[in-house]
């Protein structure tokens, strides 16, 4: 080990720079892809459970090695081109839809210490590769050439567009409470104890923010793009093998990915809920935990509700949601300025 | 070279390279994803300008919304492109001399010597904690108020206008009220109706 670090400084700058960050980037997304695999898992369990069934169990013990068995299969099984499709955007969709849902972790800060890279713009970095996501839908659906995969993309694209200005307007509502755009400035103002998280100032925008986020991420409720009922499976019903993994490690990889948003800026980061010996515990520790438990709230909303129809989709976004948070911006924006309770909102 | 030397002309020659693809090439989905490059890559240049803000508004706005309108009407038309491709011999005379009186304009305006060296200094690299969106945002706000709120105005003034242009009733077109689909009860759909027993008529 000595002899490998004093090898590395006589390396020049750029090559040790470069080495160290991508042994943080794997540091990062080999946690991620475990954990993407090990939540589909989760959700078929539990969802195998509050259906009264028992789930996968037949893989290794209670089923442990079921998403190691999948990921296998879908690696060996061949990639169908449809006739007539358009090739290259057909293999560039799933890149283009995992790419966002991995690059935005550069910027999550997963303790005060543990952050890739410190931007002082991440939240505008988060929402902006966000809204990246649906690129690799649409052109899913329209290099598909098939109606249903069509289908599916038009949905998607308006749904996702509706929700994104609801989920910005609701991200306006974190910045102005805590005076920054840098993730991790965010954070430690949401320090001391469950009190102090942003959830209670800004209860209506958590709201907003988290429905939002299970509509971006296609999930059920929201799951029109690809509601299996109508349209078989939406944008992605023409892959299989490997392009279809990519895709549904994307959608899996942002569901993650919205949990630790939410923890991030509603839910107190790393903090822990109360000022006793929990403070002992590792703050990364009370990061995971919360994403976790916000993770949890996917798969039960998959389990308990049946789907939207698509104009309440749109109504719902457009009619209820941007309203909701345009009238809170302006509520904590009256009290920080005009009012001596300012205090509440930072 | 420094390293944001050999970004800037990466990103530079990138953006230029898409540019021209969106106007030669034959596919109009395609030639929108090649804006999309375009946007892109130019958003890696402001960004390699310490201009962090305007960067990733520039990939919000156009990339993830506007652009991603513009992809769905161009999907929805399924344009003819043997029509589009018809009058290209006939332009192109025209269109050539207008593309070459642009770029000489251009020549003449920016060899002025108002954009000279002297004139237009080279900016000075910013220090560790300086913040572009901080900086932009106390910028629009306080010395730049009126024409920032007079912009926003006539986009609220657009928007309006927009909606009523396409906000028209027609009658045949059936509307949801969700108030009264909410408060619908089984009374108002279903209707039990008591009947006694129908009997097999006997064919004996």
């Known amino acids: 080990m000595d002899l490998l670090l004093t090898m590395m400084q006589s390396w020049p700058d750029w090559v040790q720079v470069a080495l160290i960050s991508v042994a943080k980037i794997l540091l990062i997304l080999i946690p991620l892809l475990l954990a993407v695999a090990y939540t589909t898992y989760a959700e078929r369990k539990l969802i195998g459970y509050m259906q009264v069934r028992i789930g996968p169990n037949r893989v290794g013990p209670r089923g442990w090695l079921q998403p190691i068995a999948d990921a296998l299969k879908l690696l060996t099984k061949e990639i169908i081109i449809p006739t007539n499709a358009n090739r290259y955007l057909f293999l560039m969709a799933p890149v283009l839809s995992i790419t966002p849902a991995l690059a935005a972790w550069a910027v999550i800060p997963f303790s005060d210490t543990a952050v890739l890279s410190q931007v002082d713009a991440g939240l505008l970095y988060i929402l902006a590769l966000t809204s990246l996501g649906v690129y690799g839908v649409i052109i899913a659906g329209w290099a598909s050439n098939s109606k249903y995969a069509f289908l599916g993309a038009m949905r998607s694209a308006a749904q996702i567009v509706a929700y994104e200005i609801a989920m910005g307007f609701a991200l306006v509502g974190v910045l102005m409470a805590a005076g920054s755009l840098n993730l991790g400035e965010i954070a430690a103002g949401q320090a001391g104890g469950f009190l102090h998280w942003y959830l209670w100032p800004l209860f209506p925008l958590f709201l907003v923010y988290f429905i939002s986020g299970v509509a971006e991420t296609n999930r059920a409720p929201f799951d029109v793009a690809e509601g299996e009922s109508e349209l078989v499976a939406g944008f992605h019903v023409e892959y299989s093998g490997m392009a279809f993994a990519v895709f549904f490690m994307a959608e899996y990889a942002n569901i993650i990915l919205i949990s630790a948003l939410t923890t991030l800026m509603f839910l107190g980061a790393w903090h822990a809920p109360v000022q006793t010996s929990f403070t002992l515990v590792p703050p990364l520790f009370w990061f995971l935990g919360k994403t976790a438990f916000v993770l949890f709230f996917f798969l039960w909303f998959r389990a308990t509700f049946p789907r939207y129809r698509y104009d309440q989709i749109m109504r719902l976004g457009w009619k209820v949601f941007i309203p909701i948070t345009l009238v809170w911006i302006a509520v904590v924006g009256f009290f920080i300025f005009f009012t001596p309770f300012g205090h509440w909102f930072h | ?204």
């Open chain 2, 1 to 204: 070279m420094s390293f944001i030397q050999l970004a800037f002309y990466f990103f530079a020659a990138v953006t230029v390279f898409a540019a021209a693809m969106v106007i030669t090439i034959r596919n109009p989905v395609k030639a929108a994803l090649f804006l999309v490059l375009a946007f892109v890559s130019a958003a890696c240049v402001w960004l390699t300008l310490e201009a962090e803000f305007l960067a990733i508004v520039l990939v919000l706005v156009y990339v993830g919304a506007v652009m991603v309108l513009f992809l769905f009407v161009v999907m929805m038309l399924d344009i003819n492109l043997s029509r589009l491709r018809e009058g290209f011999g006939e332009y192109l005379p025209i269109g050539g001399l207008v593309a070459v009186l642009m770029v000489l304009e251009m020549a003449i305006v920016l060899s002025t010597d108002d954009f000279s060296e002297q004139r237009l200094p080279r900016p000075e690299a910013h220090t560790e904690g300086y913040s572009n969106t901080k900086e932009l945002g106390r910028l629009l706000y306080t010395f730049y108020v009126y024409p920032f709120e007079i912009a926003a105005l006539i986009l609220l003034v657009a928007i309006i206008a927009a909606i009523a242009l396409t906000l028209r009733k027609r009658p045949e077109t059936k509307y949801q009220n969700p108030a009264k689909q909410v408060s619908v009860r089984r009374d108002d759909r279903v209707r039990l109706v008591k009947m006694g027993a129908e009997r097999k008529r006997d064919e004996s």
